[in-house]
Structures are given as C-alpha cells and as structure tokens.
C-alpha cells in the first residue's frame, strides 16, 4: 500500500493508473457512504451515485494532489455527491458537520485556513474518548444514521444524540480556543 505523497506522484504522472489503485483502496467506503446518505434509495441508485463519485474525482484531478489526505478528499467528494442526489430527489437533508449545524462561519475557501482548521478538528476529535471518538466519526464521517450507530454500539439512541451534541458544543469551543472566528 502506498503512503498519500506516493498515491499523488503516482496520480500526477499516471492518472488513470492512480484513480484505478484509489478505487481498489477505497471504492468500498464510497460505497458505504453513499449507502448511508441514500438509505431508502434503490441499489441502481446508490451504484449511480458512486460512478457520478468516481466522475467527480476525476472531473477534479487537479485538486485532489494539493489535498492533505486522499481519503479525506474522497469522503468530501462522495458526501457532495451523495448530499446532491438526495437534494435533487427533494427530500429533506442536513449536510453532517456543516457550518449551519454547529453554528459556525468558516471560510473554507482559503487553504491555509482550511489546513488549520482541520488540524484543530484532528486534534479535538483524537481527544475524544474512544466511544465519543467511534460515534462522532460514524455519524458524521461515515454518514451513518443515530439508530444504526445505536445498535452497533449496543446502546440506546438518546446517549449516541446526546454524545453528539456535547461533543459538538465542546468541539465549538476547541474551534474558537484555536483562533477560528465565527
């Protein structure tokens, strides 16, 4: 397996061969992903929305080398992906870890401030206990939904809810202690 500084070498001298060694390490988790966001949606449709994934990355190969994690940059794109087919099927939706659930403005537009951003998010998110840790990755990460979290965990849904919106707050506050403004 390749580190992220070979995979964007690999990406920028031979693309097709790099997007071909990405989807064999990643092509499951986007098909997790898309799973999660899409429940209720038939399978054609969640095999659509990963080829519509796998378009997307490659729509924007001159990106994803200047990204600081490839897998990072591919839940980005596959969540995008997911959350516009289930816009476009007009139901209703909530972008996970959006500005407008935490309350937050960020400009992520810029890239330094997007590096330190997530650096901090890094840092709140590995102090975490390690149930915190597995349910806070698991909802907002990996998209999945507060009962199935529930009942891979073993626990009632009311403390996954409740876990989440503590951590939520406290990671607001690790934001504005790291200098983020909002």
Do not use: H
Request: proline share 2%.
């Amino acid at each position: 397996m390749q580190n992220d500084e070979e995979m964007k070498l690999l990406l920028e001298t031979n693309f097709e061969e790099g997007i071909k060694q990405i989807l064999d390490l990643y092509g499951g988790l986007i098909k997790i992903i898309c799973k999660n966001i899409l429940a209720g949606f038939s399978s054609e449709d969640i095999e659509e929305t990963v080829a519509d994934c796998v378009i997307a990355f490659w729509k924007s190969k001159s990106n994803v080398t200047k990204a600081d994690s490839i897998k990072s940059y591919i839940i980005g794109i596959t969540k995008k992906v997911a959350y516009d087919r289930l816009r476009r099927a007009k139901k209703a939706f909530i972008y996970p870890i959006d500005d407008m659930e935490i309350g937050i403005n960020i400009d992520m537009d810029i890239e330094l401030s997007r590096s330190i951003n997530s650096q901090i998010i890094q840092k709140a998110i590995l102090s975490m206990p390690e149930l915190e840790r597995d349910i806070f990755i698991r909802r907002y990460y990996y998209c999945e939904r507060v009962k199935s979290i529930a009942e891979k965990l073993n626990c009632p849904e009311k403390k996954v809810e409740n876990i989440l919106y503590r951590y939520k707050e406290k990671l607001k506050t690790q934001l504005i202690e790291g200098g983020i403004i909002l």
